[in-house]
């Protein structure tokens, strides 16, 4: 599916485990919350990067207020499969986009986020320093900034042939992380009771998810396991 030229590019950062489960629960609460599935990305399989087209910043916030299956949601402001066309693609993004991030009365740090490999501080703050063109005035602010960027790079997923150079490169404004902590909250491990039927924790958000449950509505489920109240 195109690009529409209306919508914002994001970018997401998905969880690695539940692969066949993340298409359509994201499908499902962009529903939900008044958007709908749009992307240039011909397939998603198993990588962890996902390039969606999502109308409003609020619905983005939405998604993740509800998804197990995403870790972070940014805004994407460029994306390569070289530092060079990254760079050639954020001098192409337009400035008055960047600008209300960066005025001299914000506070920002940049991270580095990769997948698949480790890099060591050196090379992460050598990345750092290339973005010296993009147009900060802020000041860096590392404990609690108001803005965070990231460089985000794509190493492919088979950890035993690790590319000297990633195959995709991202940078993006981080707008919010998903519920994963929930799968640990209301861990199996943390039960009173734990029966034959027990479901995963995670697995239990996903299928609300994918039946788009909103607050008061009423769930008919006849295959309740134990129904242990808890």
């Known amino acids: 599916m195109a690009l529409s030229c209306t919508l914002n590019r994001y970018l997401l950062l998905m969880a690695q485990e539940h692969l066949e489960f993340r298409l359509p629960e994201i499908k499902s609460l962009l529903l939900l919350f008044g958007g709908q599935f749009a992307s240039s990305q011909e397939t998603y399989g198993k990588s962890p990067f996902w390039i969606l087209s999502i109308p409003s910043e609020d619905i983005a916030r939405n998604l993740m207020k509800r998804t197990v299956c995403a870790k972070s949601i940014f805004e994407l402001w460029g994306h390569g499969q070289s530092p060079e066309e990254l760079y050639s693609s954020l001098k192409n993004y337009p400035v008055e986009k960047m600008v209300p991030f960066l005025h001299s009365d914000s506070t920002y740090k940049i991270k580095i986020h990769t997948f698949n490999k480790t890099l060591t501080q050196e090379e992460k703050i050598k990345r750092i320093d290339a973005l010296e063109f993009l147009p900060f005035e ?43 902590e929930l799968i640990e909250s209301y861990s199996v491990k943390k039960r009173h009771f734990i029966g034959n039927t027990s ?7 996903i299928m609300a998810n994918h039946g788009k449950v909103k607050e008061n509505d009423i769930v008919f489920d006849p295959f309740v396991g134990t129904a242990v109240y808890l």
């Open 138 to 180: 802020g000041k860096v602010n590392l404990k609690k900034p108001q803005h965070v960027f990231s460089v985000l790079e794509d190493y492919g997923l088979d950890p035993n042939c690790i590319p000297e150079n990633p195959h995709n490169i991202y940078f993006g404004r981080w707008i919010a992380d998903g519920q994963r």
């Open 199 to 205: 479901m995963d924790a995670g697995l239990s958000f």
